[in-house]
């Protein structure tokens, strides 16, 4: 326990709390004197959790700028804020925003503000039509930009119906 508790910076007690906790709640496999290693379910949340990290950089240093030796403390801040809803919405973003110019971005706006609104109803209720439709005109207003496969990866994580 005492690597665990060094790599966090805490006292061993607090580490072995803090395993405990995670044993408790099937995130870990605890054994004392002998180790800790993620179970299944906690090796798929840390992944979860690095996505959500590393998407957060890549946000930062493809859109907003800045560089990747800045990017790592703010998202440690903002990760633990944004919405899963946001992620997604990121993630689309960064798709499109490598090689489009900044017009084409703003032209396909409203099809984007249109895509987000369709979803914005339950499952049940939306409007699959539409949603494919919308989905078919952004398609073709950045067919000459954007990765679509990148593309079509970012949408279909959070869009059923593609």
């Known amino acids: 326990m005492g690597y665990v508790a060094s790599a966090l910076g805490v006292t061993p007690g ?4 803090m395993v405990k906790a995670l044993a408790e709640s099937g ?3 605890y054994e004392p004197y002998t180790g800790v290693r993620l179970s299944k ?9 690095l996505r959500r990290h590393r998407l957060v950089e890549l946000f930062l240093v493809q859109v907003m700028g800045m560089s990747w030796a800045e990017v790592h ?3 440690e801040q903002l990760e633990h804020v944004v919405s899963e809803r946001l ?7 960064i ?4 090689e489009i110019p900044i017009e084409k971005k ?21 409007d699959t039509e539409r949603i494919r439709g919308t989905y078919a005109a952004l398609y073709d207003e950045l067919a000459d930009y954007a990765d679509i496969e990148a593309l079509l990866s970012a949408l279909r994580t959070f869009v059923p119906c593609l």
């Open 41 to 49: 379910a906690g090796s798929k949340l840390a992944g979860l959790v």
């Open 87 to 93: 992620i997604e919405r990121s993630r689309l973003l």
């Open 27 to 29: 995130l870990a496999e």
């Open 95 to 98: 798709a499109l925003s490598e």
């Open 73 to 75: 403390e703010e998202a």
């Open 14 to 17: 607090t580490a072995t709390t």
């Open 106 to 126: 703003l032209e396909t706006q409203p099809l984007l503000k249109q895509l987000e609104q369709a979803l914005a109803v339950p499952a049940e209720e939306q």
